[in-house]
């Protein structure tokens, strides 16, 4: 993980109309000693004034309020004085397009609101709300402070939920696959890689970290844009030329060999890298059962989930890379699998899909 220098912390304003929602975050927010909840306001008119005297680090929004939804107050702010927003919502299936447009107006992250719930599901919301702020403090929004030097902590491994690749030569599949990590910043990198892609392109694969109930919607956006087929992906989903299989969220998706093609399989399990799905659990059964016949690209995101998967593919024959930096709205992922040495290319957004193409032959 990524985290600010000894003593400076996250300061954290939060917006939200419902009070309970307002104090539980606050306790969530406040358990991180990398974080600091600066103040709570209740509408965007109360946020407003609040920013006036102090400016936070990290805006926490809900969408639905009174006075004036979340959305415009957003889209005001990000014209007027631009900050790092992670959407906070209940995310229903009816909310969901409006937290994609959130992303497109500029919001760094969307994230379930907490909710009453198992231990479990209260240890991994507090989990990915945090790392959500913290993505957020590092985030490209436009002119602002001196962003924090992020370092990785430790946290579960792919081993967690898939056995490391064996040093023995495996049967892999004959077609190549296209496989793609991001998180922060993610959905609009994803966007512009798929566009380029022809329809007959080989097989896609994609984990983005995304809330339930979001790569639904997120895919049926994609797929009204692309060339290429795009879904949300289904336990046992082939993988086809001109087909893109987004992982949905909070599960992790695999790959497994069918004869000559490839699979899906979408379960449960724990939090790897601090996430579900985990792009380290994408890669590594990529290099695992195609190989040579892989090529794993990773985005923008926070952290460094698939930096060793992407090792693991590169080490399996398949070819990798990484975005440059000066396109990542956080060079965190990319910037750790450079550092490991998984990626044999580095490339701006746009040239991406180009290169993937050129390596599928």
Same mark, same amino acid.
Request: with cysteine; aromatic share 4%; proline share 6%.
């Given at each position: 993980?990524?985290?600010k220098p000894a /003593?400076?912390? !996250?300061?954290?304003? @939060?917006v939200?109309d ?5 104090v539980?975050?606050?306790e ?6 990398? !974080?600091?909840v600066?103040a709570?306001?209740?509408? %965007? ?6 920013i006036? *005297?102090?400016?936070?680090?990290v @805006?926490?929004?809900?969408i *639905?309020?009174?006075?004036m939804?979340g959305l415009s =107050?957003l ?6 004085r $631009?900050?790092p927003?992670?959407?906070c919502?209940s995310m229903v299936e ?6 994609l ?5 500029g919001a760094? #992250?969307?994230?379930?609101k907490?909710?009453l719930?198992s231990?479990?599901?209260l240890?991994?919301y507090r989990?990915?709300?945090? #790392?959500?702020?913290k ?5 490209? !929004? /436009?002119p602002?402070?001196?962003? %924090?030097t992020?370092?990785?902590q430790p ?6 939920v ?6 023995q /030569?495996?049967r892999?599949a004959?077609?190549?696959?296209i496989?793609i990590?991001a998180?922060t910043?993610?959905?609009e990198?994803v966007?512009?890689v798929? #566009?380029?892609?022809?329809? +007959?392109? $080989? /097989?896609?694969v994609?984990?983005?970290h995304m $809330?339930e109930?979001f790569?639904a919607?997120?895919a ?6 692309c060339?290429?087929?795009v879904k #949300?992906a289904?336990?046992g989903d ?7 299989l @987004?992982?949905?969220?909070n599960f992790?998706m695999?790959?497994h060999?069918?004869g000559s093609?490839y699979?899906v ?8 890298s601090?996430?579900r799905?985990?792009?380290d659990?994408? =890669?590594r059964?990529a290099a ?5 016949n892989?090529?794993?690209v990773?985005?923008?995101g926070m952290?460094?989930d698939?930096?060793q ?9 398949g070819?990798t890379?990484? *975005? +440059? ?5 956080v060079f965190g ?8 040495g998984?990626?044999q290319g580095v490339f701006?957004?746009d040239?991406?899909a180009? *290169?993937?193409l050129?390596r599928?032959?």
């Amino acid at each position: 993980m990524e985290s600010k220098p000894a /003593g400076k912390k !996250i300061r954290v304003l @939060i917006v939200d109309d419902s009070a309970s929602v307002r104090v539980t975050l606050s306790e969530i927010l406040s358990s991180d000693p990398e !974080i600091e909840v600066m103040a709570t306001a209740a509408d %965007p008119y109360a946020a407003a004034a609040r920013i006036q *005297e102090e400016v936070p680090d990290v @805006i926490t929004l809900d969408i *639905e309020m009174p006075r004036m939804d979340g959305l415009s =107050f957003l889209r005001k702010l990000m014209a007027q004085r $631009p900050l790092p927003v992670v959407m906070c919502s209940s995310m229903v299936e009816e909310g969901s397009q409006a937290l994609l447009d959130a992303l497109e107006a500029g919001a760094v #992250e969307a994230i379930l609101k907490p909710k009453l719930a198992s231990r479990q599901y209260l240890l991994d919301y507090r989990v990915r709300i945090c #790392e959500a702020v913290k993505a957020a403090a590092v985030a490209k !929004i /436009g002119p602002r402070r001196a962003r %924090p030097t992020l370092v990785a902590q430790p946290k579960l491994t792919a081993d967690a939920v898939l056995p490391p690749p064996t040093s023995q /030569g495996v049967r892999v599949a004959t077609e190549k696959v296209i496989c793609i990590g991001a998180s922060t910043g993610g959905t609009e990198a994803v966007r512009v890689v798929l #566009e380029r892609l022809p329809a +007959d392109a $080989p /097989g896609v694969v994609v984990v983005q970290h995304m $809330p339930e109930s979001f790569t639904a919607s997120f895919a049926k956006r994609l797929d009204g844009l692309c060339q290429v087929d795009v879904k #949300e992906a289904e336990d046992g989903d082939m993988v086809l030329n001109g087909r893109v299989l @987004i992982a949905p969220g909070n599960f992790h998706m695999m790959l497994h060999r069918v004869g000559s093609r490839y699979r899906v399989e979408v379960r449960e399990g724990p939090l790897v890298s601090r996430h579900r799905p985990s792009v380290d659990v994408l =890669f590594r059964s990529a290099a695992r059962v195609a190989g040579p016949n892989a090529i794993g690209v990773l985005l923008t995101g926070m952290g460094d989930d698939g930096a060793q998967g992407l090792l693991e593919m590169k080490q399996a024959g398949g070819a990798t890379m990484a *975005e +440059d930096e000066s396109t990542c709205i956080v060079f965190g992922m990319p910037r750790e699998a450079i550092r490991r040495g998984a990626a044999q290319g580095v490339f701006p957004l746009d040239r991406m899909a180009g *290169e993937i193409l050129k390596r599928c032959g």
